[in-house]
């Protein structure tokens, strides 16, 4: 349930109202916005709910108490109805910019992690990706560079400005994983690893959650829910196709989650149609189709050799390759951005 604050509401008021939450064994997490402080109460609340309504409602300085029906909640909208923004070092994600992270699957050496540094930067991109740690289907194939990998991406932030995202594929890589990276990434086979979800939750760095290949809309923001009720407020959505009878593509592309997210949630949402979609040729058109319904950006894999990957050979693009989905991208974007001003 949330206790909505009234507007003058004192410190001394909303503390008392978080101090009986806490007494009943509950979690109080509260929220400053526009109209004032919201403080949602988080726990088993079971049959305990109607006399707590009644009592939270007659406590000094309590305008309302709504009883909440969704599972997840501090990831809600209802809760925190404004967008949450994110910064990391230049780049904003979440306010209506368009956030273009882009690089190659794995890091496999400096010069090629440089070399598409450079040219994803020069046609725009505001934050690099590359895998240090990757989680692949076969134990035989590449594992990634780990933290020799970790290195280079560190370098390659300096050598650009721009901030570097990878993934972290468990808890014992979370600290080392932190120290070099500015974005932790959770990948799809880890969505619902929960002792990882918490131990990201409690770092300094903002996350992005990749969406379980298997994972309704509502399993996915409960493992957000996860995250953030650990302590870590930055979380960024990512939709990177689901597994359904469809072959002829890697996974099948959510479009529609999209929209629907930015109804349930406040979280930024990016969309991933590489690994989506698994063939170069698909990732501009539905690279385009994520902007449309209002992505806030998206996540591309980009080589300057793809076919000598050693991942994800087919799905990366060509620095020109991104070149000309850039300049595609950035006017559809400025137009959407007029197309959906003041709807939500
Ligand atoms: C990745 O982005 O490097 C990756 C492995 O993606 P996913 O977890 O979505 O498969
Ligand atoms: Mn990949």
Redesign the pocket.
């Known amino acids: 349930m949330f206790v909505v604050m009234t507007v003058g509401a004192s410190e001394a008021e909303i503390l008392g109202v978080k101090s009986q939450i806490l007494a009943e064994g509950l979690t109080p997490f509260d929220h400053v916005g526009a109209g004032g402080t919201t403080i949602a109460v988080v726990g088993e609340i079971g049959s305990r709910k109607p006399a707590l309504l009644e009592r939270f409602e007659g406590l000094p300085g309590v305008a309302s108490v709504t009883p909440i029906s969704r599972p997840f909640k501090l990831t809600s909208r209802e809760f925190h109805p404004e967008d949450t923004v994110i910064r990391v070092l230049d780049a904003v994600i979440g306010d209506g910019s368009l956030t273009m992270m882009a690089g190659p699957?794995?890091v496999e050496s400096r010069e090629q992690l440089f070399e598409t540094a450079d040219a994803v930067k020069a046609a725009g991109a505001t934050i690099l990706?590359g895998?240090a740690f990757?989680?692949r289907t076969s134990p035989y194939a590449f594992q990634g560079l780990g933290i020799q990998g970790l290195r280079f991406l560190a370098e390659a932030r300096e050598r650009t400005g721009l901030p570097v995202i990878t993934?972290v594929m468990e808890p014992s890589q979370v600290d080392i994983v932190a120290e070099y990276a500015d974005i932790l990434?959770i990948?799809?086979?880890?969505m619902q690893n929960y002792s990882l979800l918490r131990d990201v939750g409690r770092v300094a760095r903002p996350v992005m959650l990749?969406?379980g290949?298997g994972a309704t809309i509502e399993e996915w923001l409960m493992a957000a829910e996860y995250i953030v009720s650990s302590g870590n407020p930055n979380v960024i959505l990512?939709e990177?196709?689901i597994r359904t009878f469809e072959t002829y593509t890697r996974n099948t592309f959510d479009l529609a989650a999209v929209p629907l997210l930015d109804r349930l949630t406040h979280l930024p949402v990016i969309v991933?149609p590489?690994?989506a979609t698994g063939k170069r040729w698909l990732v501009k058109p539905l690279a385009l189709g994520g902007i449309a319904v209002g992505a806030d950006g998206v996540?591309v894999?980009v080589h300057p050799r793809p076919d000598e990957a050693l991942s994800?050979a087919e799905q990366q693009l060509t620095l020109e390759q991104f070149r000309d989905m850039m300049d595609a991208i950035v006017p559809l974007h400025a137009y959407v951005r007029g197309v959906y001003a003041g709807t939500s």
């Open positions: 699957c794995s990706r895998g990757k989680p993934e990434q990948g799809t086979r880890n990749k969406r290949y990512c990177r196709g991933d590489s690994h996540m894999e994800d």
